[in-house]
């Protein structure tokens, strides 16, 4: 998947705020890029309205890997800014989504309370040295399972292409906007 991750040569210096805004878009272009990618390989879904919980999985999955890849390489207060300010924009912009497919609601407040109880689910799992561990794809495979209508070797493909994919596209935008 080609992604553009980069600044204008010519652009002025990013505040951690405009770099977590320009992730979160890329976030939401991987998600809906994994979700297109399941279906195109025989994975079912039923409605937009299932799209987006697999979508919710994945955006999740992509705050839970920009704190671990964030925690080498800024300081503490730096990377509470920089993820909160990430986590913000995704929860804005699924709640966007939703309202559009689904109506009004407490959409945004949704998406931000299975953040923190799914945070708290990541935190215990291994992420060491920019990679995700078994355990913490793994337990994302579960997630998307958990949502899709057709349970059948989902985690699997998700642990085994979709999640390393979504990672090594993450990095590699994270990497670039950073500039570090």
């Given amino acids: 998947m080609h992604v ?16 977590a805004g320009a992730l979160g878009f890329i976030s939401w272009t991987i998600a809906t890029n994994s979700v297109l990618e399941l279906e195109k390989k025989g994975y079912q879904t039923d409605s937009n309205a299932h799209r987006l919980q697999i979508i919710q999985a994945f ?13 080498d ?16 924009h995704v929860a804005n ?12 609601g407490e959409h945004r407040h949704a998406f931000i309370d299975s953040l923190n109880q799914q945070s708290e689910d990541y935190a215990e799992l291994s992420f060491r040295d920019g990679e995700a561990g078994f355990d913490f794809l793994r337990y994302f495979g579960e997630q998307v399972a958990a949502v899709m209508a057709e349970k059948h070797f989902v ?11 979504a990672i090594k596209t993450f990095k590699q935008s994270m990497q670039n906007l950073l500039g570090k």
């Fill in 4 to 19: 553009k991750n980069r600044w204008n040569k010519k652009a002025k210096p990013q505040s951690l705020e405009e770099i």
């Fill in 155 to 165: 985690s699997q493909q998700v642990m085994d292409i979709e999640g390393p994919d």
């Fill in 93 to 104: 912009t699924f709640a966007d989504n939703q309202r559009d497919m689904l109506g009004e």
């Fill in 73 to 88: 390489r800024m300081e503490n207060e730096e990377r509470q800014r920089f993820i909160t300010a990430l986590a913000l």
């Fill in 59 to 71: 955006l999740i999955f992509l705050v839970q890997v920009a704190d671990r890849l964030a925690y």
